[in-house]
């Protein structure tokens, strides 16, 4: 039953406006990378020259020999506590918390810089490795994404929206290049981070048109940001090309629809794992029939590259039909199956019925004949009462 419901929503072109909610979240992810990754590492640049000035240190001075558990407090709030003195996240002696601090000077500095710099002081240090601080500058940018979920990233581009926008606002370094306020809710990026929420983790992958218009205004509004992007060339391009997608007008990579029906069912994959109820486990099973019959329905395309949004709503509609298809069928085989079954209970019913009779019947004859046992010793008794009675009576007389 959850197929039907699903491809009936999805008949009325939902599914087709949650693609296109998709590739637009997609388009402007990579409109705004390569900003990010710069300020990044301009970030991580400043943070190496703050600490060997401050601390007499020659430059271009780095450390790659302390792990994150070495410069991280044990125990710290939500990464590592201490029970029955011993601590999960400070394993040995090679993963204990150095007291005297990095023997170069530079790690425990480091993260004081990536401290200060969290706008709400709480750096996601189970993301990343403190090794390579001084080398990838990505590894720094993964101290200011959620907490969970970003540990094997090392780049933007393998980054989701979420952590992307969750850097720009989490580290305070960005805000000289946003126009908007970061701190404040609401805020552009805050706005895109819900965006992205919203369409990656859509419960039946539909989008009602009111949303995808909003989404296209939203979005926009990121990318032209009077801080920084309104003059970013990757940006600019960005907002090009969400304006054709809007406008259907818009050439798109089929790498690109397969990028986010990958992206979509990697999260259903994650969620029937993770979740215990049964009807969400359900959904998330539907969502991937719908997504791997929609990357089957490309491959119909032939070898293009690129495709048109006419194209791309044949595939959809394509998708739907075959969806429903498989439903129809699946449909008669439990209707089959249970048809056989009805009859099988039927037959075994009538079976268990009549040998019910059978056993009331056989327990009724018992029953008659002790009661027939019964009251043939009762006449008997009676008889022999009788008779008794009749000697007596005979005895009696012939004694006068």
């Not at 403190?130 to 200011?144: D, L, N, T």
């Not at 259903?268 to 215990?276: E, L, P, S, V």
Request: glycine share 4%; aromatic share 6%.
């Amino acid at each position: 039953m959850a197929s039907v419901s699903l491809s009936k929503k999805l008949s009325n072109s939902r599914y087709n406006n949650w693609v296109k909610a998709s590739l637009a979240v997609l388009i402007t992810k990579e409109g705004i990378e390569p900003f990010v990754e710069e300020e990044i590492e301009q970030f991580q640049q400043k943070c190496l020259t703050d600490i060997c000035n401050n601390h007499g240190l020659p430059s271009g001075t780095i450390c790659t020999n302390c792990c994150t558990e070495n410069v991280v407090n044990c125990p710290t709030n939500k990464i590592c506590n201490v029970k029955h003195r011993k601590c999960s996240y400070h394993k040995d002696s090679a993963t204990s918390f150095l007291l005297a601090g990095c023997p170069n000077k530079i790690c425990h500095n480091f993260k004081t810089e990536i401290q200060k710099a969290h706008r709400y002081n709480g750096p996601s240090y189970k993301n990343t490795d403190a090794a390579q601080w001084c080398s990838k500058s990505w590894e720094v940018a993964k101290c200011f994404t959620p907490p969970d979920g970003y540990k094997d990233v090392v780049s933007a581009s393998e980054t989701d929206f979420n952590g992307v926008n969750s850097v720009i606002i989490n580290c305070e370094c960005f805000q000289t290049k946003v126009t908007d306020d970061l701190s404040k809710n609401g805020n552009i990026f805050d706005k895109g981070r819900e965006i992205g929420k919203a369409v990656r983790h859509a419960p039946i992958l539909e989008v009602v048109d009111n949303d995808l218009k909003q989404y296209f205004i939203d979005l926009d509004n990121l990318l032209s940001d009077t801080g920084h992007l309104i003059s970013d060339n990757n940006a600019k391009l960005a907002r090009k090309r969400l304006s054709e997608l809007q406008n259907d007008t818009l050439l798109i990579g089929k790498d690109d629809v397969r990028k986010v029906l990958d992206d979509v069912a990697k999260v259903a994959h994650d969620n029937i794992k993770t979740q215990g109820d049964e009807f969400i486990k359900e959904a998330e099973k539907r969502k991937l029939e719908l997504i791997e019959t929609t990357k089957k329905s490309l491959e119909t395309l032939g070898n293009k590259e690129n495709i048109t949004l006419a194209e791309v709503d044949k595939v959809l509609k394509s998708s739907i039909d075959e969806l429903e298809k498989q439903t129809k069928v699946s449909l008669k085989r439990i209707k089959k199956a249970t048809d056989k079954g009805v009859k099988k209970m039927k037959t075994e019913t009538l079976k268990e019925s009549e040998a019910a009779v059978d056993q009331v019947k056989q327990a009724a004859n018992e029953e008659l004949q002790k009661v027939s046992a019964a009251n043939k010793q009762k006449e008997e008794e009676e008889y022999i009462a009788a008779k008794k009675s009749e000697y007596k009576h005979l005895f009696h007389t012939i004694q006068r």
